[in-house]
């Protein structure tokens, strides 16, 4: 096999990119690849830019008022900082998924059926395959399937969170943000988050904000540790928990400060 068949496939190639919150520096020259099919985590302290970095990579954060970026961002072959795609579009492939799950105050239905309604599809019966399909890939189904007419919020914060991953997967994104996913809940819908996460990575690539370190290093494949809005250090997980090659990842993953 030749070197460039081992070259792992990546989906966004971020390259000295840059960004500013008015005149605040924010990110500072962050440069690593995010691979295909793989779970990243983004670990660092409190205020190092975690959110903003995952935020970038589907320009919700360039929509901040007075956010200036800087640099390469290439997602499917294009610089998304320069050329500023279709954010429809865009978030239809970059999935986006919060702290505390936010459902729609609609029916669970309706709240997976909206994207692929707003990307055209109005077929009924192709609209229930793809809720179903969507529910039973983040293991909801069994829970709802009897239930797909009520309201999202009579959910449980799990079940809501998982509500969220559906309506997310159900645009058949490439890739899944999760910034801090598990952190509002219990430990058992936590467990179930991680869990779904291990399974979804068989099919898209995923990208995960996580101040515990145990669950990046329990799901994650890659691992990128943020300082002072600066990427410290990228690598493959075990190798950066076990042996990091920089001090100051080793400070941090060793509970020294943050
Ligand atoms: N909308 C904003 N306007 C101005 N500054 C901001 C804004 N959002 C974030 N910041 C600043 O940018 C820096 C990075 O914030 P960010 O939320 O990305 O960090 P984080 O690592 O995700 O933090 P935490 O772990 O506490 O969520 C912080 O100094 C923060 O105060």
Redesign the pocket.
Known sequence: MTTAALKQETVFDINEMNLW??Q?H?LKDITFPIHKKEVTAII??????????I?SLNLMASR?P??KMTGDITFNHQNIIINKPNLVDLRKKVGMIFQKGNPFPQSIFENVAYGPKIHGIRNKKRLQEMVEDSLKKTALWDEVKDRLNVNAFDLSGGQQQRLCIARAIATNPDVILF??PTSALDPVSANKIEELILNLKQNYTIVI?T?NMQQAARISDKTAF?LH?RMIEHGDTNQLFSNPKNKETEEYITGRFG
Do not use: L, N, Q, R
């Not at 660092?44 to 970095?53: I, Q, Y």
């Open positions: 919150y008015d605040f924010a660092g302290p409190s205020g190092c830019g975690k959110s903003t970095f935020k901040i007075g956010v910034d801090e904000v101040h943020f809005g």
